[in-house]
């Protein structure tokens, strides 16, 4: 008989607690108005197909962890960086010259290349695909349920390219809204999507109406999925945990001992958590006084292959439950972090419609709610695309402290004044 190993590792967070059902009610489904390209149906791309996989795969860990440590550092964060990945993957098909190569670069694939990748993807999600308002159940699905949804919201009066609709169905099978983006009816139409779409776990949309914008990509991922190994309610119990600032608080938390994959890296400790089919959590625990958001893309990935190498032994988990809904995530600092700093100053979106357009507004919005049965997980990435008013700065010059103030001959240069200013009151 081989010989069983044990680890044990204590995880989690401070904030928990709520049952997994305890959220508003989803909105009726909002496919009436919905438009999509005629005659276009949705790539199939199988997995051997994709040669790009793996670099997307990667790409999109990358943007998990700096959207996560851009996050608020005091408070529970959740983020989905496979939604944002859709969303950026949508916007680079209107993306032409100096800012589609940022999002290339951002993606990990270019072209049809990431075309491929992100269409094989969703192929092997969708296979999960359900009713999404399953999240409001008292009871987790028998088999995880992965719901996906894409769509294009366009301003009544914006000249959006065809090309560019015809190319978000076909890889996303997204399709798109009319509707006025300036008033509450447009506010109306994208928050009904995302209540639809994330089961009601999120309430509304975070785009706010403005006279400039001209449209907004939603992208939408669900998740409801049973633990292969479920805890045992009546191990739950209150245990210590200790938040940031060193504080020791009670939170109530499950334990079980399971046989699961475990590895160490670089001292992140990691257990993985099997769901009944298809889909797994990875615990991890930083090294003493390290902040969770600092995990890098490397250390996840090789924790990853650890987990998908290591046999399973025996761990003694102790797993607070959790209820985590943190306030809409701004993303508009993200861009810049990820590599494509044009979207917020100069981009070049001309392959979306006419206009000097530029990303206005972009947020994510995301739930996590675990407990001893399983997870329910809801995501919303929302980017809303302004025409600007004016050209956008190249450079920014507040003079809000004291300054240099001079005047000159302009062929000579001779100084006729020079001026400090400390105090500009008068």
Known sequence: MRRRSTATVALGTAVCVAGLAACAAPGPATDEGL??????????VSVADASALPDVVDATRRI???TLAAAPGDENTVVSPSSLAVALAMLAEGARTHTLAELDQVLGASDGERRDAFAALRGLLLEHDGDPAVVQSDELPEVPLVHLAAQVVVDDEFDVDPAFLEALAVTFDAGAQRVDLSSSDGTEVLGSWVRHHSGGLIEDTAIEPDPDLRLVLQDAVVLAARWAQPFDEQA????????PD???????????LLDVAYAEVDGWRAARLPYVDALHADVVLPPEGADPAAVTPEVLAELDHGLDAAAPISVQVALPTLDISP?????????????APSLTTAPD???????????????QQAVLQVDEAGTV????TEIGVDEAAAPMPEQELNLDRPFLFTVAHTDTSWPLFLATVRDPRH
């Open 236 to 243: 739950t119990s209150d245990a210590s945990f200790t938040v």
């Open 349 to 363: 979106l001309s392959g979306l419609g006419p206009g000097e357009l530029v990303v206005g507004q972009a947020n």
């Open 377 to 380: 997980a809801a995501a919303v």
């Open 327 to 339: 306030d809409p995530l701004d993303l508009m600092d993200v861009f810049a972090q990820l590599g």
């Open 64 to 66: 998990g962890t700096i």
């Open 35 to 44: 438009v999509r390209a005629d005659g276009v149906e949705p790539r199939v």
């Open 246 to 256: 060193g504080t020791v608080v009670q939170a109530e938390t499950m334990h079980a």
